[in-house]
């Protein structure tokens, strides 16, 4: 029986030790609860609460049991509960009495805070270094590739040409604010709670300022309520995460829609792809909608995290056992997305001239006719409709621009003469010289300041 069970007259049902175990997924902590068991060891040694020898046995003892663990060599009992509980008891097989002192001055509600908290700061840096790798290969592509020009999009018609640089310079820039909200979520995550207790302090004069040390822990919780019931840094995680999902996501199904063979702008790698069970032909963008779909997922852990929480008195409820199983996934998946997503992005095969001729084909260049016309001296709402007018015509005609003639284009407006002809998508790209704009200039600059700011981070 468990020792917690030691008020009860009863042993747990075993449905319910299998409906209350979280042994199954809360396992992955075994790393953090041993670092916090030792650090916590070494502390009530250092305080004259535990005999000195105690906890060095302790601390020999966990180092063993890490061992069986990574080794596959140890017995994960589900009438334990957890992986405290588990890890506290094969101690007491190794190292006997000693074993009962190390919960000393600790309950499980500090102790597993503590060790999500651990967990989390791991899983946060890791992801950023991902993001920041998938920002490279944005980068890479954009230098390679910084003279082709394509159909920039609004409502997935064509609208204005851009630089593909500047189009995935874009992502770059969704993928660094991602980095900043992972980097503000580490700031609240990288509190130590360990010292709170079950929910009001410890009765033991101990020093949390030594473990923070010992854990790496900028900061000390300063109310042991919130401290063992605070999970708003698994939300604020799991927002960051499904922001990025989404990013990710939009960029999916670009992929999607750009391999396809209506647009042809790129080819997914073999090695990024798969085939279909009946027809021999297919190429299917797999990857890219799997990672399309898994945003879901990733949302339905914060909108079922969020869920658990609203309703929880203060301090610790059980309620809050459903926090790891969410998290755990959304960490693995959004990781997994991101290094596959960066390697699909470094092999891809780009088609500029697929991209130029789409140029070519779209009117992109109505808006450039447009504010020809208004340096002119025509107001913008008139030759916004002159405009309109003469793209109607050339569809009627089958005609491109540069196709028409000049007196033709006096058709509609005698405001026109023959420096109309000196309009074109090269002209139109570089034109836009503002800060954030697509020409070269202001994207050679993008880059750079891209680059700086992956090398500062």
């Avoid at 920041?132 to 910084?146: N, P, V």
């Avoid at 640089?165 to 700031?187: G, I, P, Q, T, V």
């Avoid at 405001?415 to 503002?434: E, K, Q």
Wanted: charged share 25%.
């Amino acid at each position: 029986m468990s020792h917690v069970r030691s008020r009860f007259d009863k042993p747990a049902d075993k449905l319910v030790i299998k409906y209350t175990t979280s042994l199954p997924f809360d396992w992955r902590l075994y790393r953090e609860d041993i670092r916090g068991s030792v650090a916590h060891a070494k502390m009530l040694s250092k305080q004259d609460i535990i005999p000195a020898g105690d906890a060095e046995a302790i601390v020999k003892g966990l180092g063993e049991i890490e061992t069986e663990i990574e080794a596959g060599n140890f017995d994960f009992k589900p009438e334990m509960e957890d992986i405290h509980m588990a890890i506290e008891a094969r101690l007491k097989e190794k190292i006997g009495e000693p074993a009962g002192r190390l919960h000393t001055a600790r309950s499980r509600n500090d102790q597993v805070a503590t060790d999500l908290r651990l967990y989390m700061k791991d899983v946060i840096t890791e992801t950023q270094a991902s993001i920041k790798d998938l920002q490279a290969a944005f980068i890479e592509l954009a230098e390679k590739y910084i003279d082709v020009s394509l159909p920039g999009y609004t409502h997935l018609q064509p609208a204005q040409p851009v630089l593909l640089a500047h189009h995935y310079l874009a992502y770059f820039e969704m993928l660094n604010r991602d980095r900043e909200r992972f980097s503000d979520c580490l700031k609240r995550t990288d509190v130590m709670p360990l010292g709170s207790g079950a929910l009001a302090g410890v009765t033991y004069k101990i020093d949390q300022e030594f473990i923070a040390k010992e854990l790496g822990f900028a900061a000390i919780s300063l109310n042991s309520l919130d401290a063992v019931s605070d999970r708003d840094f698994v939300v604020e995680y799991l927002t960051a995460a499904s922001v990025t999902m989404m990013h990710l996501s939009r960029l999916a199904e670009e992929l999607v829609i750009w391999s396809g063979a209506e647009f042809g702008f790129i080819e997914i790698d073999d090695a990024y792809a798969t085939g279909s069970s009946i027809m021999p032909q297919k190429k299917n963008p797999d990857v890219a909608e799997l990672g399309r779909g898994k945003t879901g997922r990733v949302y339905g852990h914060l909108m079922g995290l969020l869920t658990t929480l609203k309703g929880l008195p203060l301090a610790y409820n059980r309620d809050l056992q459903e926090d790891k199983e969410g998290v755990f996934d959304a960490a693995d998946t959004l990781l997994l997305s991101l290094k596959v997503f960066a390697g699909m992005m470094r092999t891809l095969k780009i088609r500029p001239e697929r991209m130029l001729d789409s140029v070519d084909k779209s009117y992109l260049l109505a808006t450039d006719l447009a504010d020809y016309l208004v340096k002119k001296g025509e107001s913008f709402r008139n030759a916004h409709g002159t405009i309109g007018r003469l793209v109607s015509h050339c569809v009627k005609d089958g005609k491109t621009f540069p196709e028409l003639s000049l007196e033709e284009y006096q058709g509609f407006s005698p405001l026109f003469s023959d420096d109309v002809f000196c309009i074109t998508v090269a002209t139109s790209i570089d034109s836009r010289n503002n800060l954030g704009g697509t020409a070269r200039k202001q994207v050679e600059k993008a880059l750079i300041a891209a680059n700086l700011a992956l090398s500062k981070s």
